[in-house]
């Protein structure tokens, strides 16, 4: 059920491609290795998350697919061009509340468009779509400082969707929210992924989460971090709610805790909890 | 409604003090007769050019503050070393009493608008550049990260996130530029000029004239009770619509 990351054939044209991609960090105070000889890609219509602990550099990676940071070795490409900078086929999903509180819901939802220069009449259009697929309808006029933690979370998810990009990258989206609200909208965007299918770089520490909505769950090491082992999770799709109680689901869930345990254990000592 | 009973309430101690002699009326004359006085100048030319004259130099001053002072407190937030350096300078020109150079401007320039203005201009142009810069430092990382994201072009990164995210915190030191533009000009007016609000005040303190003196000072007062009674308005607006 797992395979080496350099033992996979890498890197279909249309897959985003990851070619031993590493990242130091040189600042005055030292120098940190975050990330180092990452290889893999993310396939065509697929979901891929990422776990490890606290601090491997899961960030890190998913700003360089971004185009936000430069490796300092390797190079990452998406549909055979090499990542220079941001894409306009690329969104991202931010841990951190990025809605812009001096805005409605709906011109939020429609700013990534509004910067593509996409007319008002056809960005709200799609902003309303959006809205309404993340459960958001009846709040388009709505500023963020009304809303919950977990409904700003779904306004930046349907920012990034109304982009209509090819390549979804989404940082711990769900990190700050509760383990109830997390299983529900996790549900709810893998309800809306079903339609899309573009490529998804999920990055997670919650590893049910992470087998729930996955097709591949990356394992990364501890810093300096690379990718320790690929398990591919060969779960049917659609996954209705039961999916968690599968023995096939626990199976998984269970060697992914393993996998996990050893390397929180190097970064925090024995006995520690993954962060 | 508190506050007009505190204003209504120190007109009248002044009222009453003025006009038993508690206070000199070499000092301070009553409201009743500043009122008078005011209503025989106000209508008068002279008062319009005074008033215009003021008003123009008050606008001028403060639009150079405004139009030099956001982009200086952008530029020492753009450039953090500018910043380091020239923060010492600028929150020093803050607390020098600028006036002093008056007298070299008048030389330089001569008795007309210009040195008012410079003054002015640059006694509003500092509170203003350094809430712009504090107010871009405090915005959160995660906005420029957002707007790097969705590949967001300079003008659309400042016109759509960093000037709304900033515009709140930025405020109160517009309104304090505007007030320093209105203590600077009519300051400078007082100690010599040609005309002008401030002129006239400083005209009658000289002659001893307290009753036309404080009529303009009256003059000075309900202007700035005005435009600060605008700005807040304008500054809740703005809360509203952006928080
Ligand atoms: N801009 C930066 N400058 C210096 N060090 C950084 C920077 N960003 C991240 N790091 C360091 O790189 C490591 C990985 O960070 P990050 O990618 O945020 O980890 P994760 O997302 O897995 O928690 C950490 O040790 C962090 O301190
Ligand atoms: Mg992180």
Same mark, same amino acid.
């Given at each position: 059920?797992?395979?080496?990351?350099?033992?996979?054939?890498?890197?279909?044209?249309?897959?985003?491609?990851?070619?031993?991609?590493?990242?130091?960090?040189?600042?005055?105070?030292?120098?940190?290795?975050?990330?180092?000889?990452?290889?893999?890609?993310?396939?065509?219509?697929?979901?891929?998350?990422?776990?490890?602990?606290?601090?491997?550099?899961?960030?890190?990676?998913?700003?360089?697919?971004?185009?936000?940071?430069?490796?300092? $070795?390797?190079?990452?490409?998406?549909?055979?061009?090499?990542?220079?900078?941001?894409?306009?086929?690329?969104?991202?999903?931010?841990?951190?509340?990025?809605?812009?509180?001096?805005?409605?819901?709906?011109?939020?939802?429609?700013?990534?468009?509004?910067?593509?220069?996409?007319?008002?009449?056809?960005?709200?259009?799609?902003?309303?779509?959006?809205?309404?697929?993340?459960?958001?309808?009846?709040?388009?006029?709505?500023?963020?400082?009304?809303?919950?933690?977990?409904?700003?979370?779904?306004?930046? @998810?349907?920012?990034?969707?109304?982009?209509?990009?090819?390549?979804?990258?989404?940082?711990?989206?769900?990190?700050?929210?509760? $383990?109830?609200?997390?299983?529900?909208?996790?549900?709810?965007?893998?309800?809306?992924?079903?339609?899309?299918?573009?490529?998804?770089?999920?990055?997670?520490?919650?590893? $049910?989460? %992470?087998?729930?909505?996955?097709?591949?769950?990356?394992?990364?090491?501890?810093?300096?971090? @690379?990718?320790?082992?690929?398990?591919?999770?060969?779960?049917?799709?659609?996954?209705?709610?039961?999916?968690?109680?599968?023995?096939?689901?626990?199976?998984?869930?269970?060697?992914?805790?393993?996998?996990?345990?050893?390397? %929180?254990?190097?970064?925090?000592?024995?006995?520690?909890?993954?962060? | 409604?508190?506050?007009?009973?505190?204003?209504?309430?120190?007109?009248?101690?002044?009222?009453?003090?003025?006009?038993?002699?508690?206070?000199?009326?070499?000092?301070?004359?009553?409201?009743?007769?500043?009122?008078?006085?005011?209503?025989?100048?106000?209508?008068?030319?002279?008062?319009?050019?005074?008033?215009?004259?003021?008003?123009?130099?008050?606008?001028?001053?403060?639009?150079?503050?405004?139009?030099?002072?956001?982009?200086?407190?952008?530029?020492?937030?753009?450039?953090?070393?500018? +910043?380091?350096?020239?923060?010492?300078?600028?929150?020093?020109?803050?607390?020098?009493?600028?006036?002093?150079?008056?007298?070299?401007?008048?030389?330089?320039? +001569?008795?007309?608008? +210009?040195?008012?203005?410079?003054?002015?201009?640059?006694?509003?142009?500092?509170?203003?550049?350094?809430?712009?810069?504090?107010?871009?430092?405090?915005?959160?990382?995660?906005?420029?990260?957002?707007?790097?994201?969705?590949?967001?072009?300079?003008?659309?990164?400042?016109?759509?996130?960093?000037?709304?995210?900033?515009?709140?915190?930025?405020?109160?030191?517009?309104?304090?530029?505007?007030?320093?533009?209105?203590? /600077?000009?009519?300051?400078?007016?007082?100690?010599?000029?040609?005309?002008?609000?401030?002129?006239?005040? /400083?005209?009658?303190?000289?002659?001893?004239?307290?009753?036309?003196?404080?009529?303009?000072?009256?003059?000075?007062?309900?202007?700035?009770?005005?435009?600060?009674?605008?700005?807040?308005?304008?500054?809740?607006?703005?809360?509203?619509?952006?928080?």
């Amino acid at each position: 059920m797992s395979q080496s990351p350099t033992m996979r054939s890498i890197g279909h044209e249309n897959d985003v491609v990851f070619d031993n991609i590493g990242m130091t960090f040189d600042t005055g105070a030292g120098v940190t290795r975050a990330v180092e000889n990452v290889s893999g890609a993310i396939p065509e219509g697929k979901f891929v998350s990422v776990i490890g602990p606290s601090g491997c550099g899961k960030s890190t990676l998913l700003d360089m697919v971004g185009g936000l940071l430069k490796p300092t $070795q390797g190079s990452v490409s998406i549909n055979g061009e090499k990542v220079t900078g941001p894409r306009r086929d690329t969104a991202m999903v931010f841990q951190e509340d990025s809605t812009l509180h001096w805005r409605t819901v709906l011109d939020n939802v429609a700013f990534g468009l509004e910067v593509k220069g996409i007319s008002k009449a056809e960005r709200y259009d799609s902003a309303r779509r959006m809205i309404e697929l993340v459960g958001l309808k009846g709040f388009e006029d709505h500023r963020p400082g009304q809303l919950s933690g977990g409904m700003k979370q779904r306004v930046a @998810i349907a920012r990034a969707l109304a982009m209509e990009p090819r390549v979804l990258l989404m940082d711990e989206p769900f990190g700050a929210l509760d $383990q109830q609200t997390r299983q529900f909208i996790g549900r709810e965007l893998l309800r809306i992924w079903e339609k899309t299918r573009n490529r998804v770089l999920f990055i997670t520490h919650d590893i $049910q989460e %992470a087998v729930y909505l996955s097709d591949e769950v990356w394992v990364m090491s501890a810093r300096p971090s @690379i990718v320790k082992e690929v398990v591919t999770i060969d779960l049917p799709r659609p996954r209705p709610e039961g999916t968690h109680a599968l023995p096939r689901f626990r199976e998984l869930e269970d060697h992914l805790w393993a996998l996990v345990k050893v390397e %929180a254990e190097k970064t925090l000592g024995p006995g520690a909890r993954l962060a | 409604m508190v506050r007009w009973a505190i204003l209504a309430a120190l007109i009248v101690i002044l009222e009453v003090t003025t006009r038993t002699g508690m206070i000199s009326p070499a000092l301070m004359v009553s409201p009743s007769e500043i009122l008078a006085r005011l209503v025989s100048i106000v209508p008068t030319e002279r008062f319009g050019q005074d008033a215009a004259r003021t008003l123009t130099t008050i606008l001028i001053a403060f639009t150079i503050g405004l139009v030099l002072g956001i982009p200086l407190g952008v530029f020492l937030w753009r450039v953090p070393a500018a +910043g380091r350096i020239l923060e010492p300078f600028i929150v020093t020109g803050y607390a020098m009493p600028t006036l002093l150079f008056y007298p070299v401007l008048l030389a330089v320039m +001569g008795l007309n608008a +210009g040195p008012i203005i410079l003054i002015a201009a640059s006694m509003s142009l500092i509170p203003i550049a350094l809430t712009t810069m504090v107010a871009l430092k405090s915005i959160k990382p995660i906005l420029h990260k957002l707007a790097n994201s969705v590949s967001a072009s300079p003008r659309q990164y400042y016109l759509k996130v960093l000037f709304p995210a900033a515009t709140p915190l930025i405020f109160p030191g517009v309104k304090l530029g505007f007030i320093y533009a209105v203590i /600077g000009t009519v300051a400078m007016e007082f100690i010599l000029a040609a005309q002008g609000i401030g002129f006239r005040a /400083g005209f009658y303190y000289r002659e001893l004239n307290t009753a036309d003196m404080w009529a303009y000072i009256a003059v000075v007062i309900v202007l700035s009770v005005l435009v600060n009674a605008v700005l807040t308005r304008l500054e809740k607006r703005i809360r509203r619509d952006m928080l």
